[in-house]
């Protein structure tokens, strides 16, 4: 077991041992290539897959419970954060949010707190209050 700082290294030196390889074939001789040299490259990518696997494991709802949506951000660099649980729903790789918005863990454990540069989202805030108080939004009787 190494540290995320071991594994990082570990796929940068397995990455550039690849393209070290993989330049090695000239382009026209790709669909020839000897068996052995095949599996020797499918083991590699697989066990390259197994160390990002390893990383993105890691990956985790920050503290907070807040992360930012997934998709365009604004020209300040700003999107929108949503709130997601401890045992928030994956979408692919993406958490799904209280409101539903499908966000990545981009900042991890946030230990610079940087998802407070990001405006909250309004639906989530309510959400997240209903819970916080029990209430409901079942439907009022408009008798009496
Ligand atoms: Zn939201």
Redesign the pocket.
């Known amino acids: 077991m190494g540290t995320d700082n071991d594994r990082v290294f570990d796929i940068e030196f397995m990455v550039r041992d690849l393209e070290g390889k993989i330049s090695e074939y000239p382009e026209e001789h790709l669909n020839s290539l000897p068996t052995w040299k095949t599996f020797e490259l499918s083991e590699t990518l697989a066990e390259l897959g197994d160390k990002l696997k390893m990383l993105t494991r890691r990956a985790s709802i920050p503290h907070s419970g807040w992360m930012p949506?997934i998709g365009q951000s604004n020209q300040s660099g700003c999107r929108?954060?949503?709130?997601a649980e401890e045992k928030a729903v994956r979408r692919g790789l993406a958490l799904v949010?209280?409101?539903?918005?499908d966000c990545y863990p981009f900042y991890g454990r946030d230990s610079e707190k940087k998802i407070l540069t990001h405006p909250?989202?309004?639906?989530?805030?309510r959400?997240l209050d209903d819970q916080l108080t029990g209430t409901t939004h079942a439907p009022t009787s408009a008798a009496g």
Do not use: D, F, I, M
């Not at 909250?120 to 805030?125: I, V």
């Open positions: 949506e929108v954060a949503h709130r949010s209280l409101c539903g918005a909250k989202c309004g639906t989530c805030e959400l």
